[in-house]
């Protein structure tokens, strides 16, 4: 089955600065790549996704880039806030493997402000 | 996206007991999930609900320890049977369609003792 390694495990940033957070998926059929924000206490909120056909999605401060060749994508937060404090979740959606979503260990974002 | 709700939030519960987790969702999907978060880690699907049939159960999770029921296309039940403390997560159910986004619902946090 598929494998989504996800690095680092802790980052923190102070605010204003950019967060980078990356991940790798073992499975080349994969073809969908969310990422989940969650908080303390909260469920996961999707908070932006990318498909096998595009490189690279923006929205706003956030950004997904996608190398398919090499099998990684990369979660990108631009002028970082305190809010944006919380665990970052990346996934893998294996084309071959009914509907579901394998997920990456996390990443504990902290925003110093 | 949709909105959805679990019931209840939290619990704690002793051991040998069962507790039913229910899921609303406020329109019709196709697929919904339940998946188990333990303390500080990532999530992990525990089955697919199939709407008028058997759930679908991942390797490692049986029928008997986590009945699943979904008689609609807007609610699903997951049942923890006979607890123990190692059963003590964040159990979350999400909703969406076929190879496209999920959705997560705000989790119910149970303790074993």
């Known amino acids: 089955g598929e494998n989504v390694e996800q690095h680092p495990s802790t980052l923190s940033v102070q605010e204003g600065d950019s967060a980078v957070i990356k991940c790798t998926y073992s499975?080349?059929?994969?073809?969908?790549f969310p990422w989940y924000k969650q908080e303390l206490g909260k469920g996961p909120q999707l908070i932006i996704d990318?498909?096998?056909?595009?490189g690279e999605k923006k929205d706003q401060r956030i950004a997904v880039t996608l190398n398919k060749t090499a099998k990684h994508f990369s979660l990108h937060i631009t002028e970082t806030q305190p809010e944006d404090s919380a665990v970052y979740f990346c996934?893998?959606?294996?084309?071959?493997?009914?509907?579901?979503?394998?997920f990456g260990t996390g990443t504990r974002l902290t925003v110093i402000p | 996206s949709a909105v959805i709700s679990q019931k209840p939030s939290r619990d704690i519960c002793q051991r040998g007991t069962s507790l039913t987790i229910q899921c609303q969702v406020d329109?019709?999907?196709?697929?919904m999930f339940w998946y188990r978060q333990q303390p500080g880690q990532s999530l992990t699907l525990i089955a697919t609900?199939?709407?008028?049939?058997?759930?679908?159960?991942e390797s490692g999770f049986v029928i008997d320890k986590f009945p699943i029921s979904r008689p609609n296309l807007t609610f699903s039940t997951l049942t923890v049977s006979n607890m123990s403390p190692e059963d003590s997560s964040i159990y979350l159910c999400?909703?969406?369609?076929?190879?496209?986004?999920?959705?997560f619902g705000p989790g119910t946090r149970l303790l074993v003792l």
């Open positions: 996934a893998s959606l294996g084309e071959a493997g009914a509907n579901n979503l394998f």
């Open positions: 999400s909703v969406g369609f076929w190879q496209e986004t999920q959705y």
């Open positions: 499975d080349s059929a994969s073809n969908y």
């Open positions: 609900a199939n709407q008028g049939s058997e759930a679908t159960y």
């Open positions: 990318i498909r096998s056909n595009v």
């Open positions: 329109s019709q999907v196709t697929m």
